[in-house]
């Protein structure tokens, strides 16, 4: 082999980039246990079912800010047929009140950073 | 015929992940097994071919330069183009690298009427290959959100930067819209070109197909049918903690995940077999990465055989006497 340092020592760099994730979990300590947000509410249903919850409440957010602020539309019918305020500070916040455990726990595991907060004011204190 | 088969490659790809999503071990395979199996593929592929590469001697520098050589002082010499220190060399591998310059000269030639021979610049390959490979790191940068927790800031800063303008949800990200633009160009800057359709192979149809695949899926699972991302955090941070996740886990990703893990681990194990293998192999252009100072400095050929010389020094020594004898002249009496 020619030039066996350069090479050698721009392998060993390959290598390390290539696995860097290995590394870094292992240093920080990273585990497959996935966050587990709080629900402290005594309400038995969310507004739409868990699965839908879980992968598109920022879609429902985001038609409720539409046809609020643009539509003057502001009551939501569930299913069931029963009625809510398209509000994410009376609604779902009435429920969910613990932002710092329930909406940031899968936030930050993500690194999802909505801007919900730039026009809201953010809940003090995190769970009531 | 070379991109429709290249084609109906991925699409059988796409089928086996859709149809193998279906059942629990079959997720399983795809979604830790063939992930390790791709990754060692790739890790033991490169290193062999870049080994392989640094055993061929190069034994002359290979002076193809795009600038004036140094050589008197008060010759203004080319530092990048044709650089004669290490410095240099290092500046030109970084603009080969980071900003293409070598397809930033490529040039078209054309047969006009007349008939006339024309030749003109030709940046849009330029273009169209350095949006994507930009594109592509900053996805594959962002990817590490994925891998790691807690997620390292200049992961978030890519992510955020890409999408700065924050239009629409979930905020679409630049290089999303700019990879799949690009590849779109890519395809058609060889399926519409008759010449170049002529000398494209489906080695260069298949990564195209490919990484557009992985890209379609990607943007496909963003934006439309979306998926359990935090199921698909563990399952990621379980491979690289070689701990991997179990089936209640799996069972929550659904099935068109299973096709972009699929696709990107075909990709890996494709990489260091095909002209992929560019990623390494840039590194070791002998036209780029080698000073031009064979002026200055002695290049001895690694293959010479040593011959053995007999010099005249030496001829003269065996036969000074009958030199003498016979009057010739010495070197050294």
Not at chain 1, 2 to 29: E, R
Not at chain 2, 215 to 225: H, K, P
Request: net charge positive; aromatic share 12%.
């Amino acid at each position: 082999m020619y030039d066996s340092g350069k090479i050698i020592s721009g392998l060993i760099i390959f290598l390390i980039i290539a696995t860097a994730p290995i590394w870094y979990t292992a240093a920080s300590g990273g585990t497959t246990k996935g966050p587990e947000p709080e629900i402290i509410t005594t309400e038995k249903q969310c507004v739409r079912d868990t699965d839908y919850m879980r992968h598109d409440h920022m879609e429902l957010l985001n038609e409720w800010r539409d046809q609020v602020v643009r539509g003057d539309d502001r009551v939501y019918t569930t299913a069931s047929g029963r009625k809510f305020e398209k509000s994410l500070s009376n609604t779902c916040m009435s429920c969910h009140p613990n932002k710092s455990e329930f909406c940031d726990r899968c936030h930050n595991y993500m690194g999802v950073d909505p801007y919900c907060w730039s026009c809201h004011i953010e809940p003090k204190g995190g769970s009531r | 015929m070379r991109a429709v088969f290249s084609l109906a490659v991925v699409i059988i790809l796409v089928l086996i992940a859709q149809v193998g999503a279906g059942s629990a071990g079959m997720r399983y395979l795809l979604g830790v097994i063939i992930p390790y199996i791709a990754m060692a593929v790739f890790l033991i592929g490169m290193v062999y071919r870049v080994i392989k590469w640094a055993r061929s001697p190069v034994p002359f520098r290979i002076p193809v330069t795009c600038g004036q050589e140094k050589s008197l002082p008060w010759i203004k010499s080319s530092k990048l183009d044709n650089p004669h220190t290490t410095l240099g060399v290092i500046g030109r591998m970084a603009l080969e690298i980071l900003c293409f310059r070598s397809l930033f000269r490529n040039t078209k030639t054309e047969l006009r009427k007349g008939p006339t021979l024309t030749y003109g610049s030709s940046k849009y390959l330029w273009l169209g290959a350095l949006v994507f490979h930009w594109s592509f790191l900053i996805i594959f940068i962002r990817h590490f959100k994925y891998f790691t927790e807690p997620i390292p800031s200049f992961v978030l800063l890519a992510q955020n930067l890409d999408g700065f303008f924050q239009v629409g949800l979930p905020i679409v990200y630049i290089t999303d819209i700019l990879i799949l633009v690009a590849l779109t160009y890519l395809l058609f800057r060889r399926l519409l070109d008759a010449k170049l359709r002529y000398i494209s192979l489906a080695g260069d149809y298949i990564p195209l197909f490919l990484i557009g695949g992985i890209a379609v899926t990607g943007v496909l699972m963003r934006y439309f049918t979306k998926t359990d991302i935090v199921a698909v955090k563990q399952l990621a941070i379980g491979l690289v903690t070689f701990s991997p996740v179990g089936a209640d886990v799996l069972g929550q990703i659904s099935s068109i995940f299973f096709i972009h893990i699929f696709l990107v681990s075909v990709l890996f194990i494709y990489f260091p077999f095909s002209k992929l293998v560019h990623l390494g192999g840039v590194f070791l252009s002998p036209t780029r990465n080698l000073a031009n100072n064979n002026r200055m400095e002695r290049h001895v050929n690694p293959w010479d055989y040593p011959v053995k010389v007999h010099t005249y020094e030496e001829w003269e020594d065996e036969f000074r006497d009958v030199m003498k004898a016979a009057g010739l002249p010495l070197d050294k009496e």
